[in-house]
């Protein structure tokens, strides 16, 4: 058996058969949850490669009864995805430039600048936290659609969900704590060598907070690739349309269903794909900003 010092259950603990019988418990449990999670994902990328008679066929099938590979390039070709996946990674990688450097320095003014009022701001975006989205809907609207004093219209354009991505409460709080366990000494000392706020930020706050930038940086990039609210309500530009909004216009498009379960696949697999690949710095980035030091 392998070592399990370091688990709730312990080897000493697997030896009593009171323990064993929990550990198998616990692991069917976890058996349950993910087949229940992973089967209608499963069932939609199989679905995909179905005609439409199997489809609907009575009683249902699981496997198709013939892989037709073909379908992904006839799907990805005529629906014109390539074009839905830049628009949406054009919108993602705006929103994590604006989360990362706003975000980023207003929790570092919170943390190591401390200008006066510090504790009300913190009220204030704790506050912001707590109100529903519903009830920003319509001023924020009503603002992208003629911003106050200068009265520019952005509506039809991917600022106002960047400008949303960078006024981000949440990411505020994770910078700050981040930023709060970074020794004083360290900025000090820029000062004494004659660096500024802004130099301070980018030559030794940046540097020495590479785990926590990553962590937003993805959970933002991978946030904003399924979004559909707000790109659905400011753009009706057919050329600008992102993937989420996409997938919701094709139910009443002409589009048969088994082209519309391909399209899904290829909406989930850029963020599969994440997961995959930074697994681990986004496991970790759950203890980021919790753990001082």
């Given at each position: 058996?392998?070592?399990?010092?370091?688990?709730?259950?312990?080897?000493?603990?697997?030896?009593?058969?009171?323990?064993?019988?929990?550990?198998?418990?616990?692991?069917?449990?976890?058996?349950?949850?993910?087949?229940?999670?992973?089967?209608?994902?499963?069932?939609?990328?199989?679905?995909?490669?179905?005609?439409?008679?199997?489809?609907?066929?009575?009683?249902?099938?699981?496997?198709?009864?013939?892989?037709?590979?073909?379908?992904?390039t006839?799907?990805?070709?005529?629906?014109?995805?390539?074009?839905?996946?830049?628009n949406?990674?054009?919108?993602?990688?705006?929103?994590?430039?604006?989360?990362?450097?706003?975000?980023?320095?207003?929790?570092?003014?919170?943390?190591?600048?401390?200008?006066?009022g510090?504790?009300?701001?913190?009220?204030?975006?704790?506050?912001?936290?707590?109100?529903?989205?519903?009830?920003?809907?319509?001023?924020?609207?009503?603002?992208?659609?003629?911003?106050?004093?200068?009265?520019?219209?952005?509506?039809?354009?991917?600022?106002?969900?960047?400008?949303?991505?960078?006024?981000?409460?949440?990411?505020?709080?994770?910078?700050?704590?981040?930023?709060?366990?970074?020794?004083?000494?360290?900025?000090e000392?820029?000062?004494?060598?004659?660096?500024?706020?802004?130099?301070?930020?980018?030559?030794?706050?940046?540097?020495?907070?590479?785990?926590?930038?990553?962590?937003?940086?993805?959970?933002?990039?991978?946030?904003?690739?399924?979004?559909?609210?707000?790109?659905?309500?400011?753009?009706?530009?057919r050329?600008?349309?992102?993937?989420?909004v996409?997938?919701?216009?094709?139910?009443?498009?002409?589009?048969?269903?088994?082209?519309?379960?391909?399209?899904?696949?290829?909406?989930?697999?850029?963020?599969?794909?994440?997961?995959?690949?930074?697994?681990?710095?986004?496991?970790?980035?759950?203890?980021?900003?919790?753990?001082?030091?």
């Open positions: 058996m392998k070592n399990m010092d370091k688990g709730i259950l312990t080897n000493a603990d697997m030896k009593l058969t009171r323990y064993k019988l929990l550990y198998v418990v616990m692991f069917a449990i976890m058996l349950v949850y993910c087949a229940a999670s992973f089967l209608p994902v499963v069932w939609i990328m199989l679905s995909g490669f179905k005609d439409v008679k199997e489809m609907y066929a009575v009683p249902a099938t699981f496997l198709p009864k013939n892989f037709d590979l073909s379908k992904l006839r799907v990805w070709n005529e629906m014109k995805f390539y074009k839905y996946y830049g949406t990674f054009f919108m993602a990688l705006g929103c994590v430039a604006f989360d990362l450097v706003i975000s980023g320095l207003a929790g570092y003014v919170l943390s190591s600048l401390k200008p006066k510090t504790r009300f701001m913190l009220a204030v975006i704790f506050w912001i936290m707590l109100l529903p989205g519903t009830m920003r809907t319509v001023p924020l609207y009503m603002e992208f659609k003629s911003m106050p004093l200068i009265g520019i219209n952005l509506l039809e354009t991917f600022w106002p969900i960047w400008l949303m991505a960078g006024a981000n409460a949440f990411n505020i709080i994770l910078f700050k704590n981040f930023f709060d366990g970074i020794s004083p000494s360290l900025i000392a820029a000062w004494i060598d004659g660096c500024n706020n802004i130099g301070i930020f980018f030559k030794i706050i940046l540097p020495l907070s590479v785990p926590v930038f990553l962590v937003v940086a993805m959970f933002t990039f991978n946030g904003n690739l399924g979004t559909f609210f707000w790109p659905y309500l400011l753009i009706s530009d050329e600008k349309t992102v993937i989420g996409q997938l919701f216009r094709m139910k009443t498009s002409t589009y048969t269903m088994d082209y519309q379960m391909i399209a899904l696949i290829f909406s989930v697999v850029p963020q599969v794909l994440i997961f995959a690949i930074f697994q681990k710095q986004i496991m970790g980035g759950v203890n980021i900003g919790g753990v001082k030091g």
